[in-house]
């Protein structure tokens, strides 16, 4: 999938799953380590969020705006973030953002104010009614093929232009060569079998 192919109206739809700091502070999370909704109002210093039990319960919480805060991590780039859920203290969050280095941007953004940030889908999205094009479900990669994966997008090897090489890759890792190459084929093989499957179904 090319940087060329999502323009127009095409958008690349990320989900994420954020670990925050302990210390952070954000209602998001302190409010309740479960949640089916979040919704979130910063207006100047305070935030106010709203959470919504698995149960239904709704519980307000506020917080303290900085600039550590998640929400303006996705500001400074322009893009909205949409709180999905909760799930052990790990927030689900989409953004809808222009192409891939867009993605690269906001892992490399969030990685600066979030204790861990996970890529767990990538869509492309299209047309007004935003109808999903082609979607990978990570998922069904396990951690170490996630974060190989996610760490070959971030730093653009499967970019055309690339200039990281899969050594440099694997040393940041803290792997071998082969090694990683293993798990970035059986990572892919695992995509486009999802994908396909998915047409087909």
Do not use: W
Not at 85 to 98: C, H, P, Q
């Amino acid at each position: 999938m090319s940087d060329a192919a999502v323009s127009g109206d095409r958008r690349l739809r990320v989900d994420l799953d954020v670990d925050l700091v302990d210390d952070s502070g954000c209602p998001i999370v302190t409010e309740a380590t479960e949640a089916a909704g979040v919704a979130v109002n910063a207006v100047g210093e305070e935030c106010v969020v709203d959470v919504t039990t698995p149960d239904g319960d709704v519980r307000r919480g506020t917080g303290e705006v900085s600039e550590d805060c998640l929400c303006h991590a996705f500001s400074r780039l322009g893009y909205a973030p949409h709180f999905r859920r909760v799930e052990d203290g790990t927030i689900l969050v989409t953004a809808y953002v222009d192409d891939r280095d867009a993605v690269r941007r906001l892992v490399e953004e969030l990685r600066e104010v979030v204790d861990r940030v996970r890529l767990v889908r990538l869509a492309v999205v299209e047309g007004p009614d935003a109808t999903e094009q082609v979607t990978f479900d990570l998922s069904a990669l396990t951690p170490k093929q996630r974060r190989g994966l996610e760490l070959a997008v971030v730093r653009g090897y499967f970019d055309d232009d690339r200039d990281v090489r899969l050594s440099d890759l694997a040393d940041e890792l803290g792997i071998s060569k082969s090694a990683l190459s293993q798990r970035l084929r059986t990572a892919q093989a695992k995509l486009v079998t999802d994908v396909f499957d998915g047409v087909e179904g």
